[in-house]
């Protein structure tokens, strides 16, 4: 009997622990991201971060992929995303590093977790030539 | 009467002068118990687990600690491990475990670029051991083993059972070398063979680990924020060959003899090559040893007592033997400190004359 609880217990703490897994990354929900794009520790004015719902593996450098993008002003390095679920997301950002003069690109996988699905989350973006 | 499932005990129990039905009664118990699924003291390996089973209903609790020196670092991965007879062929077990192994990040040096020019020069690479880590909650580890063949005689038998695992761990590993109990979540599954003659047993395990890939973060050389990187581990295959020799008793007097037994095992395991990738796309080219496919084989001697045939104690130091593990540094010192807890109507005494 005490065993069942415990089995019972553990399952629940796992199904628990899960549930952040049960979000599905995509829009109408309540969380931001905002998303700064770094070369380095250099910000990239003017970057383009596509975003992918959804998704926690790189979906590919055509940007045709994404869902929604957004891009900077010529003066920041920053785009937000609003009205996020939970989820899974795959950011990839493009800019151009104008004191190498070569484009720059890189992603990162993002998890808005459940308990966080109505937070304003931050996450740098790094982009490499 | 479960007692009796764990010590080898129906060939050496002397006829007792008491012929009181009680007495009767608890004989043939204990022989149909060694017939269900006994489990013999010397087949309680230290670190490889034999093909029987534990009896159903019996809950098992282990606390096991593994440690080794790293340069000035002692590093230690601390395991709970609970474990529970099913049904009578039937053993699982959830294993808790907390290490000072790793970082929530990877170390620096691991995975880098390098500017040279206008050129980018990618690279994995050697990183300074005996860094300080915090102890972090390494993950949850699932197994189960179920016991398909049993071929029992006098005094000897020979036993198979598949066993299938599977973990949740999230650590900075940073090795290709896979575990699934501490390192690096995943699966796994085996065969288990274990043979038993008189006062030896001998045990070989066979099975496979697909890890899953740590998505952790590099430090950037040249200041910048850290860089996602995902380290996906080598896909390992594993081989284990345990002795277990029982040393004392001879003969059993009373259940509450206590046990005394040698261990030597051997634990091989062969891996791929990670791979390892940052940006999303870059897939860094593999440049040190830690993170190549390798193999080796530790041995491990150790010696075991086991009291009132229901609580063990186990040390076993580990040795290289054939190549090394990157994983660990030598010697490994394993202890282990194992209960059972049988059901109360079921727990019996017996004392033999």
Known sequence: MIMKK???????????????????????????????????????????????????????????????????????????????????????????????????????????????????????????? | MADAEFRNTKHRIQKSQDHSFKFHFFILASVFCFLASPLFSQELFPTSEPASTMPKGVIGVRFQDEAYQEVNQIR???????????????????????????????????????HNGNQSIYSTGNFQRGLAYPYLFSGIDLYAKFRFLSLDGEQKHFRMAFYAEASDVNVAHDEAEPDLLEDTKGYGGGLILTTLYNHLAVSFTTGFIRPGKYEGYS??????????????????????????????????????????????????????????????????????????SGNYVDVFPGIQILLKSNTRIDLSVGLPLLNESYTHFYPVYALGIQHYFYHPNKKQDLVVP
């Not at chain 1, 990239?44 to 045709?64: C, L, Q, R």
């Not at chain 1, 484009?103 to 989350?121: C, D, M, N, W």
């Not at chain 2, 062929?89 to 995975?111: I, Q, W, Y």
């Not at chain 2, 509450?256 to 091989?268: M, P």
Request: a negative charge.
């Open chain 2, 219 to 292: 430090p950037d050389l040249y200041g910048g924020p850290m860089i996602q990187t995902d380290l996906t581990y080598g896909k390992a295959w594993k081989y284990d060959l345990s002795f277990g020799y029982l040393l004392l008793p001879n003969h059993y007097h009373t259940y509450n003899e206590l046990n005394l037994n040698l261990y030597l095992e051997f634990k091989g395991k062969t891996w791929t090559e990670a791979s390892i990738v940052q940006y999303g796309f870059k897939n860094l080219p593999i440049q040190t040893p830690l993170l190549e």
């Open chain 1, 6 to 129: 415990i089995i019972l217990v553990l399952a629940f703490g796992w199904a628990a622990s899960g549930i952040s897994s049960c979000c599905k990354g995509g829009t109408g929900g309540h969380a931001s991201l905002t998303c700064n794009v770094f070369h380095h520790a250099k910000p990239i004015p003017g970057a383009t971060v596509y975003i992918k719902y959804n998704a926690s593996d790189f979906p590919g450098a055509s940007t045709s992929s994404y869902d929604a993008h957004l891009t900077a002003g010529n003066t920041s390095n920053q785009v937000i995303f609003d009205n996020l679920n939970c989820g899974d997301y795959y950011l990839y950002g493009i800019g151009y590093d104008s004191s190498l003069m070569l484009p720059v690109t890189g992603g990162l996988h993002f998890q808005i977790k459940y308990s966080e699905r109505k937070s304003a989350e931050t996450t740098t973006v790094p982009i490499t030539e």
């Open chain 2, 76 to 114: 230690n991965a601390a395991t709970l491990r609970v474990m529970y007879g099913l049904f009578s062929r039937l053993t699982v077990m959830a294993n808790f475990t907390e290490t000072n192994h790793h970082s929530e990040d990877f170390p620096p040096g691991l995975a880098f670029h390098i």
